[in-house]
């Protein structure tokens, strides 16, 4: 028997939070759309969750009001709302949770905020100047614990081994990458920072 998705009989906020993100797949999705991904087939390829439970949870968010469809090049896509974009105060923070507890090799991501290139602490502020760091204003590059991709990882995979900027989309990343050899919003002074 399957468990219900809400909690009857709790009036208090983290319930009805949970309710909309708490379901098993919810908050990696999420992660994903911070990460750029937007199209369901890159949801599919990136998190190999079945297709049914991918629909199911997306349209949940987009009822809640956390993604928005909207149209893209040739696809409809997904992206994160204003309340969407709320959420990254507890990804990163759960993320940070994540890596000090359950990261043997280290973190798989470090933040950093792209006017300065400072480290992003776990509260989302820049280390260097002091400031809280939106998500937009995050680049997100590969930490000691992430594993080089495989030949056989989707692109997706692949892309999200390389610093770029949180919810820029990943296929734009991606094609300024493969152009340049250096990500979207990464300068070559930030690079340095970065590595």
């Not at 199209?39 to 199911?56: C, E």
């Not at 997100?140 to 992430?146: D, K």
């Not at 820029?168 to 991606?174: D, I, S």
Request: glycine fraction near 8%.
């Amino acid at each position: 028997m399957a468990l219900p998705n809400d909690y009857t009989g709790q009036a208090c906020s983290l319930a009805r939070s949970l309710e909309i993100i708490g379901e098993r797949w919810t908050l990696l999705i999420v992660r994903d759309a911070f990460w750029g991904v937007r199209r369901y087939a890159d949801f599919i390829d990136h998190l190999r969750m079945p297709r049914a439970v991918l629909a199911s949870r997306l349209k949940a968010l987009t009822a809640a009001g956390v993604m928005t469809r909207v149209a893209g090049e040739r696809h409809l896509e997904y992206e994160l709302t204003d309340k969407g974009t709320a959420l990254w105060p507890v990804v990163l923070s759960l993320m940070s949770w994540g890596d000090d507890f359950c990261a043997l090799d280290g973190p798989r991501r470090l933040f950093r905020h792209a006017a300065d290139g400072g480290q992003v602490d776990q509260w989302g502020r820049c280390e260097t100047c002091g400031k809280p760091v939106p998500a937009a204003d995050t680049i997100v590059a590969p930490g000691p614990g992430l594993e080089p991709p495989a030949d056989d990882d989707s692109w997706v995979t692949t892309a999200l081994t390389g610093p770029h900027r949180l919810l820029e989309p990943l296929r734009t990343a991606a094609a300024v990458l493969s152009r340049t050899g250096r990500s979207p919003e990464v300068t070559p002074r930030d690079s340095a920072k970065i590595e």
